[in-house]
């Protein structure tokens, strides 16, 4: 099956069900009956990879190449620019491989549409630094995505089975590109001796791509008829468990870690931001919303979202997201279990700030 119609078939396996959700139930808030602050001195501003920005959240990485594709990068564009926050385009290895016009046109339509925005560029991690400089120059873009998929092509008949020299070319391009890199899982997530290895390439950004949002094991084994074992379906480190993993390898270095992965509840993503992700990416809620009840409602559900991110700040008395980092957290359960067994302390995110 071609590139083009597993487009289409994503899409359509993605608006089958509601998309899935993070599983950060088993880190709570602490609540600060004091808080020394005003409603509306509270900021989401946030900083990352050289640039600021209003809000914490970004539209992720989802889809081009089709017609149909063409349609969801207009509409995610338009609300990316109303909204002034990032967006990331699908793998452009469809129209980096095929250069047909019409792929290319898919892509390259949310930069005219949004000429003054930040758009990101994807790539495959096979991708060389030539197909890499062409993605990033397709949409004149502003950062570079590198998607690691290893889960996802074994689990589809016409995969990739072939992933050596990863790193090498990760590192490759991350010192050639004219934009700074990001790396990303796009739903298995990312361990903590692998983002060490992915940090020393030299990328600007980790996007850890956890389970518990889009599932693309369970879809292309439905889009095949692939007979895997259920428990395939269950493959991956959890948004919460690679969150953690990756604070603990690089959260003291200069490289911004972005949480994504069934990202779409505000108490989930605001516990990301806690824990300390820079930014929270959606995408399978966005594109659900998007196509069932159109860009306005998409708009509409993304400012209530970052609303809702006030009030929960407000309730730890921080009124940025710098302060809201060291708000305490209370790990329990099998979160806190998967930590210790791993050789992370739970207990740090609960002595922080005032109670340490």
Known sequence: MSRLHRKNDHLYEVLRKMPGRADFSEISFVHNCLPDCDLQSISLETSYMGRTYRSPLFINAMTGGTDLALRVNISLS??????????????????????????????????????????????????????????????????????????????MPE??????????????????????????????????????????????????????????????????????????????????????????????????????????????????????????????MPLYILMNYGRQALCNWIRNIEDQLKLIMMMTGSTDLVQFRDTPLVITGYTAEWMCRRGLDPDRYARRGNDE
């Open 78 to 155: 338009l609300a990316a620019k109303n909204l002034a926050i990032p967006m990331a385009l699908g793998s452009q290895m469809v129209a980096l491989e095929s250069k047909s016009l019409k792929a290319v046109r898919s892509f390259r339509i949310a930069r005219m549409l949004n000429p003054g925005g930040s758009l990101w560029a994807n790539v495959g991690s096979y991708a060389d630094t030539l197909l890499a400089l062409r993605a990033i120059k397709m949409i004149d873009a502003d950062a570079l995505q590198i998607h690691l998929n290893a889960a996802q092509e074994l689990a």
């Open 159 to 284: 995969g990739e089975d072939k992933f050596s020299g990863m790193i090498t070319r990760i590192r490759d391009v991350a010192i050639s590109s004219t934009v700074p890199v990001i790396v990303k899982e796009v739903g298995s997530g990312i361990a903590k001796k692998e983002a060490r290895l992915i940090a020393e390439c030299g990328v600007k950004g980790i996007d850890v791509g956890g389970s518990g949002g889009t599932n693309f094991i369970d879809i292309e084994g439905g889009r095949s008829g692939q007979a895997l074992h259920p428990e395939f379906k269950e493959w991956g480190i959890s948004t919460a468990n690679s969150l953690l993993e990756v604070i603990e390898a690089v959260g003291e270095s200069d490289i911004d870690i972005f949480a994504s992965g069934g990202m779409h509840n505000p108490f989930d993503i605001a516990k990301a931001l806690a824990i300390g992700a820079r930014a929270v990416g959606m995408a399978g």
